[in-house]
């Protein structure tokens, strides 16, 4: 099977009806992290709201706010397998 | 900006052309994260969300997985400082005009968004206001700015009054 890119700007009306019927769709969902420290968190936080609807041991850390409150609506209780992205990149080398 | 615009278009490029190899590292190790994810579930449907400013699928494609592209609308607008990077990185011609644009734009996204605009139509709103302006004209709000103690204080606001007194529509 392809892999399905849903290329998009951030924004909460990027999650429409067309990610709608890709996420019910797929099996394994890939998000975006920027940077390596928030990658166990992130994973961690997505799959508990995934598989149990909840989570409350760690936080998202959004760059838009409506964006990741509405995909985490799409997530949550949708038992998907959630994997992030690992990035190379730190938070320190992004603040220098 | 404090009237320097030329020195702030300076600061702006490079730091662009930094967040461009940060791209580039982060795209070229994400690419080897897929193509392991891919390989490992081959017959699991896998859905990546990504900006649409990173060429991964053109990147995938040369490495041979199979993989197609969806977006949520088309035409697919950048905000003006995206729009700077995508240039600076594939080598394409840019006018002085965007790179003052870029540095301005997201005060007036800003000001959108406080009026209760959503963050999308203030980018597309914010783009079309600022996409306007040359780079002189930028230099003239930038010097009223840093030349008017009230406007300093509120630069956001002054920058609203002087795009109004000059019969922008915001």
């Known amino acids: 099977m392809p892999i399905t890119i849903f290329a998009q700007g951030h924004f909460p009306e990027d999650l429409n009806q067309n990610f709608e019927n890709l996420f019910k769709k797929c099996d394994i969902l890939v998000a975006e992290v920027a940077v390596k420290e928030k990658y166990d968190d992130v994973k961690t936080y997505l799959n508990q709201l995934s598989q149990i609807g ?18 985490q609506e799409f997530i949550k209780n949708s038992k998907k397998q959630i994997e992030v992205e690992k990035s190379p990149i730190s938070l320190k080398e992004l603040k220098n | 900006m404090n009237g320097k615009l030329e020195e702030a278009c300076n600061k702006a490029l490079e730091f662009y052309q930094l967040e461009v ?37 053109y990147e995938l494609k040369r490495r041979g997985i199979n993989v197609k592209r969806e977006f949520p609308y088309l035409p697919l607008i950048f905000p003006l400082p995206t729009e700077l990077e995508r240039k600076l990185r594939f080598g394409i011609p840019y006018t002085k005009d965007l790179v003052a644009q870029a540095i301005i734009v997201s005060a007036v996204e800003t000001y959108l968004r406080d009026l209760g605009m959503s963050s999308i139509e203030a980018m597309r709103k914010s783009n079309r206001i600022v996409r306007k302006l040359s780079y002189d004209e930028i230099k003239d709000l930038s010097k009223y700015i840093s030349e008017n103690s009230l406007a300093r204080k509120m630069p956001i606001e002054a920058m609203v009054v002087w795009l109004k007194k000059r019969g922008y529509e915001i």
């Open chain 1, 54 to 71: 909840y989570s409350d041991d760690t936080f998202l850390s959004p760059v838009n706010p409506e964006y990741s409150w509405k995909l």
């Open chain 2, 21 to 57: 190899e940060i791209d580039k590292k982060r795209e070229a190790s994400f690419v080897e994260q897929l193509i392991e994810l891919y390989e490992e579930n081959e017959d699991k449907e896998i859905l990546v969300l990504y900006g649409a400013a990173h060429p991964i699928y």
